[in-house]
Structure formats: C-alpha cells, structure tokens
C-alpha cells in the first residue's frame, strides 16, 4: 500500500492565523482520520471521516476545527484562528481496503509539525 | 472511556538481548490492540494487532505481543533486539466492532526504545 503524503512538513503561524495542513491518501479509500500529538504527550484522536462526512469526532475537535475532502483526493485539516495550545505534531491516516470496518488498520503520513507562536 | 498507559517512557537493551515494551489498557468490551513503531520523520507503521484468536499475535521484523485478559495487558517482545529497532513504540486500543460505539484508536503516550550496539 502507498504511503500518506502530508504537506507542509512543518509550519510556524502567529497566533490567530488560519492553517491548513494536507493530506494526500489513495482516492478510493473511504476512511480517514486525524490525529495529533502534542510535544511529549499521546497521540490523540480529532476526527474521522467516512463517506466525505464526518462520522466521529473528539472533544479536541471544536468549532475551530473542519476538515474537507475537497477534491476527491486531498483531505484537509484547517484551524481557522490558531491558539497556541494548537502546536502539535498531526497525523493524517487512512482505513486499508479489505478491512470490513475500515478502521482497524490504520496507515499513517509522516505529521505536519504546527507551530503557534 | 478507553485508555492506554505505556509506564516507560524509555526502554534501553543490548543489541542481542530480549526486548519488552510494556502496555496496558482499558476498554469497555473486548478490545482489538495494535502496535505501532515510528521512526524519525516517518508516520506511524503498524507493526501487529491482536483481535481474537491465539493470545501470542506475531507481526513485522520479529516482533510479538502478548495479549493477557486478566492483566489488561499487551505488552510488545522481541527475542533479540537490533539497533535498527530503535525507535518509538505506540500501544492502540479501541473496542471490538460491535454496530455501535465509538472505533477511534486510543494511544498511549509512546515508549522509546534504544537498543545499544
């Protein structure tokens, strides 16, 4: 299986600023998900995504958070006015075919390091 | 709610010698358990997991974890450690599928492992 690609690899934003981080699965993959991990601590479920909706989200997950599946094949994340408790490494993953639930074996992209200053 | 504890934040063996990364966990229900392993700058790869069946579950480059009801546990071994095994370990639980509920993987916190020439 192909690899997640996650773009940008690391960015730096002053606080209040929007982001958008990219993720790139295999388009016809049906489940997907982020994650993040703040510096030292768990790696922590936001939200996952079936079917282009959203079919759970964590409590991390507020109002400030929205993911998209704009083009059939990217799958994005946006902060829309970053804190600085958003710096986090986050994760995008997607389910692997042939799992009946789609979310028992996740494959994971490399992060993208936020960074709120 | 369901949780992860990984007590070792580091784990350091001789090349050669038997390795344990420790987890336990905590699920309502039967629990599927994973493993992961990321090394720097890579995303998350899974390594094994444990769903039903026979309580010793094998996985990649060697590895196997065992999975112990009564102890809550599913702690990572390997028979003998390589330096290439170096990196950090991520135990996952979610509860088992059941048409209901939350399957978000929850990790625990990581565990690294610095296996010395």
């Known amino acids: 299986e192909p690899e997640v690609t996650q773009t940008p690899s690391h960015q730096v934003t002053q606080m209040g600023q929007e982001v958008i981080l990219r993720c790139v699965p295999i388009?016809?993959?049906?489940?997907f998900y982020w994650y993040r991990q703040i510096l030292g601590q768990k790696v922590e479920f936001l939200v996952s995504?079936?079917?282009?909706?959203?079919?759970?989200k964590s409590e991390i997950f507020d109002d400030q958070f929205s993911v998209e599946r704009p083009d059939g094949s990217n799958f994005t994340l946006k902060i829309r006015s970053t804190k600085l408790e958003d710096s986090a490494m986050y994760f995008c993953?997607?389910?692997?075919?042939?799992?009946?639930?789609?979310?028992?074996?996740?494959?994971f992209g490399a992060g993208s390091r936020l960074t709120v200053l | 709610a369901q949780s992860v504890a990984q007590p070792e934040d580091q784990v350091n063996v001789a090349e050669g010698n038997p390795l344990t990364v420790k987890c336990t966990y905590s699920?309502?229900?039967?629990?599927?358990l994973f493993w992961y392993v990321q090394y720097p700058n890579r995303g998350l790869q899974f390594l094994l997991k444990?769903?039903?069946?026979?309580?010793l579950v094998k996985g990649s480059y060697g590895f196997e974890a065992e999975f112990n009801k009564s102890q809550t546990s599913f702690h990572l071994k390997k028979p003998s450690a390589l330096v290439s095994d170096s990196a950090l370990y991520f135990c996952?639980?979610?509860?088992?599928?059941?048409?209901?509920?939350?399957?978000?993987?929850?990790f625990g916190k990581g565990t690294k492992l610095s296996v010395i020439p």
């Open positions: 993953a997607r389910g692997n075919r042939g799992d009946p639930s789609g979310a028992n074996v996740l494959t």
């Open positions: 388009s016809n993959h049906l489940y």
């Open positions: 995504f079936y079917n282009n909706e959203i079919s759970e």
């Open positions: 699920v309502s229900g039967n629990p599927y």
């Open positions: 444990y769903i039903t069946g026979d309580n």
């Open positions: 996952a639980v979610r509860a088992a599928y059941s048409g209901a509920g939350s399957y978000q993987l929850t």
